[in-house]
């Protein structure tokens, strides 16, 4: 039985497993992680740093969908 940690989404409670990183858990979520920009703990998180951040219990994210028009 693997163990899961707790963040926040959007606001919503959401659960994902342990060691994974930003880019994963956007698309376990269901998010194009190209698509998206990401606030981390209150902070807007540079796409270079996504690899290398792993989602911690407790992690605050809000993810903004990026969407073209004119």
């Known amino acids: 039985m693997s163990q899961q940690i707790n963040l926040i989404v959007n606001g919503e409670n959401r659960s994902c497993p342990p060691f994974c990183t930003l880019p994963k858990i956007l698309q376990q979520l269901g998010y ?29 994210l ?8 004119g």
């Open 62 to 69: 809000e993810v903004v969908t990026i969407v073209g028009g």
């Open 32 to 60: 194009n992680p190209r698509l998206v920009a990401v606030e981390y703990n209150g902070e807007i998180l540079h796409r270079q740093l996504w690899e290398q951040t792993e989602i911690q219990s407790g992690d605050r």
